[in-house]
């Protein structure tokens, strides 16, 4: 069915002027980015199979390129596009958290650390280091692992808190299965973490959790 087909009030430009971004689905957004589908399919059609092929927007966008520009009605063009659209995104969030801007509430930063660490199909611990205005002083990808865990050592998050003269430190790992769930063993580094960091008198005022939705704040768990 095209997109033409459909009543005027389920087409997804129509639904963005009527409702606004926010209000789309990702199959809603993607077919607006691709504009068309190919014979027999629109982009609509388009967009729903490749998010059931690949498991999500993320899953799509860290997909291999061979795999994605060999769907039927993708190409090397369709592919270069999304991956500049997802990059230009990354970095309009990454100006939230340049040197000097404020974090007034460690949640500012939780759209950032999606932006940042979700893409990535194996687990990535990073730290967001500031001043003890709140302010960011460094942003740094600290331990990599694979697909279901990163070893992370409390005296190297300690070094580099004394390296950047930090007061406080905002922690964040990924979950490449998507499930912004905190493990036992995540409570358990949080809080070794923050013993470790208290010793130099750095507070740890978060550990987020980043899957496929809004990143879990540890803090707000009350685990920390």
């Known amino acids: 069915m095209r997109i033409l087909d459909l009543p005027a009030h389920d087409r997804p430009r129509e639904r963005l002027q009527r409702l606004g971004a926010a ?48 769907a039927a009605g993708m190409g090397p063009a369709k592919h270069g596009q999304l991956l500049a659209a997802a990059e230009i995104s990354r970095r309009a969030l990454a100006h939230s958290c340049t040197r000097g801007a404020l974090l007034g509430s460690p949640r500012d930063s ?18 967001i280091f500031l001043d003890n205005r709140h302010r960011v002083i460094a942003t ?41 769930e905190p493990s036992a063993a ?21 550990h987020f959790v980043v899957g496929d939705e809004q990143p879990l704040s540890m803090a707000e768990r009350g685990l920390l």
């Open 140 to 180: 740094e990808e600290l331990f990599r692992g694979t697909i279901d865990g990163a070893s992370v050592h409390p005296r190297e998050v300690v070094r580099r808190a004394i390296a950047h003269n930090a007061a406080a430190v905002i922690c964040a790992h990924n979950h490449p299965s998507g499930i912004a």
């Open 23 to 70: 209000a789309l689905s990702d199959a809603d957004l993607l077919a607006l980015f691709l504009r068309t589908g190919h014979r027999g399919a629109s982009a609509l059609d388009l967009a729903r199979a490749l998010l059931a092929r690949f498991g999500s927007l993320p899953g799509l966008l860290a997909a291999p390129s061979a795999e994605v520009t060999n």
């Open 110 to 127: 939780a759209d950032f650390l999606r932006a940042w660490l979700r893409p990535f199909p194996y687990e990535v611990f990073a730290c």
């Open 186 to 206: 995540d409570v358990a580094i949080t809080r070794r973490l923050a013993e470790a960091l208290a010793l130099i008198d750095v507070r740890v005022l978060d």
